[in-house]
């Protein structure tokens, strides 16, 4: 079994690169991904680590690209698997990228502050991020941390819908790659661009989302995922669902279009109950990468 999307503490999850290869060495995955959003900052030491163990190591990211909703791309990921992370054109585009994220969040910070009533900075909430990416996961638990009785109501989903895209308290960001571009950066650095979790999109036609990414060059999709333990299906009516359509649903599509075949937990350190190789993905993937 293998585990191609996972984060560690360089971006939003709890453990660091070499903790991450010490939990799959022990539950005996062949291969892992370290995919952390919008860096590669903890690439390096991965890579170096996972070379004293009997796993594979794949260099990853996973790039959140720019919303466009006339084109139903609302929060959409794209993961690059097999990446040269010293490539000097994505370090320097992934750095703007972070300066964005960073503005991004220290906005959402002031306006949950100022317009809504939260006991919340920005500077709490880096500290909490701990490295150089802030994201909104780290946002919620400051939320949750320093406000108990405004979030008793509210689940951690709720908390993070408000920040999210169309959500009262989210603020656009000013630098953010667009698909074409996310992908185009991806191949540039020798990686594989993969549409990340494909079912959690609220889309109007499924075939020609995935057609728009074809045409724009996308290589893979992911096809194993933990639908039923991430948004917008945990802990609802639907999650058993998901769990047991997408998978299929997106095996077809790939073989249908030729795409490579990916997949993994997005696990950040036990969230949701996730843990590493929960979405079951199979060793025949690995041809695609190795």
Request: include cysteine.
């Amino acid at each position: 079994m293998i585990d191609l999307h996972l984060h560690s503490t360089s971006s939003d999850g709890l453990q660091t690169p070499s903790q991450l290869i010490d939990l799959a060495t022990d539950l005996k995955l062949k291969a892992i991904a370290l995919t952390d959003h919008d860096t590669v900052a903890g690439v390096d030491g991965f890579l170096l680590y996972g070379e004293t163990k009997e796993i594979i190591v794949i260099p990853g990211l996973e790039i959140s690209i720019r919303h466009e909703p006339d084109r139903e791309i609302i929060d959409v990921h794209i993961i690059g698997l097999n990446i040269d992370h010293k490539s000097t054109k994505l370090i320097n585009v992934i750095e703007d990228q972070i300066k964005g994220r960073l503005e991004q969040k220290k906005a959402i910070c002031k306006r949950l502050r100022e317009e809504f009533g939260y006991n919340i900075t920005f500077e709490e909430v880096k500290t909490y991020a701990g490295g150089k990416v802030v994201g909104r996961p780290h946002i919620v638990e400051i939320m949750k941390k320093n406000n108990p009785d405004k979030v008793k109501v509210k689940s951690a989903n709720q908390l993070f819908k408000m920040i999210s895209i169309n959500g009262e308290a989210f603020v656009d960001r000013e630098i953010e790659l667009n698909l074409e571009e996310s992908i185009e950066l991806i191949k540039s650095a020798g990686g594989i661009p993969i549409l990340a979790h494909p079912g959690i999109y609220e889309i109007s036609d499924r075939t020609k989302f995935i057609e728009l990414f074809i045409s724009a060059g996308i290589e893979g999709i992911e096809v194993e995922y933990t639908y039923n333990k991430n948004r917008p299906f945990s802990q609802t009516d639907k999650a058993n669902w998901a769990q047991s359509f997408f998978p299929g649903y997106f095996r077809k599509i790939a073989e249908k279009f030729n795409l490579i075949k990916s997949g993994g937990s997005d696990y950040h350190g036990g969230k949701k109950g996730i843990k590493i190789g929960d979405a079951k993905v199979p060793d025949a993937y690995l041809k695609s990468f190795i």
